[in-house]
């Protein structure tokens, strides 16, 4: 059997520093995805249903629950896992409700496919 736990406000053990859960559900993430692209293989992931691989460096991420509106961020950060990641970055852009593009390049700025790929999304879902 099931057990539902309802609350409408955290306290500590001195009912002290109350925090609303509306606060705790806001500071969230709505997602995350690990990714690698070199296999390209999803190894963990909340919130994403698919991962689409559209070239060397590029991957969209579709989301099973969709964001509310485009002002939702995402937090990236990729390299090559077990190797020397200086100077590799990764850029991500909210394109619509449904997933965001995830841009990796290499320390020359060249697009290159990175094995360890880490996003969070943060924002209020539909």
């Known amino acids: 059997m099931a057990s539902i736990l309802r609350v409408n406000t955290l306290t500590d053990a001195s009912s002290n520093n109350s925090t609303a859960m ?10 995350w995805l690990q990714y690698n692209q070199v296999t390209p293989a999803v190894t963990g992931s909340y919130n994403i249903s698919s991962v689409t691989d559209t070239g060397a460096g590029d991957f969209t991420p579709n989301y099973s629950s969709a964001m509310s509106a485009l002002d939702y961020a995402v937090v990236s950060a990729g390299g090559m896992l077990n190797q020397d990641a200086g100077g590799r970055i990764s850029e991500t852009n909210p394109t619509n409700t449904s997933s965001y593009q995830c841009v990796t390049t290499n320390s020359a700025g060249t697009r290159a496919d990175h094995t360890g790929n880490s996003n969070s999304t943060f924002g209020d879902l539909a």
């Open 22 to 31: 509306s606060v705790v559900n806001q500071g969230t993430a709505k997602a």
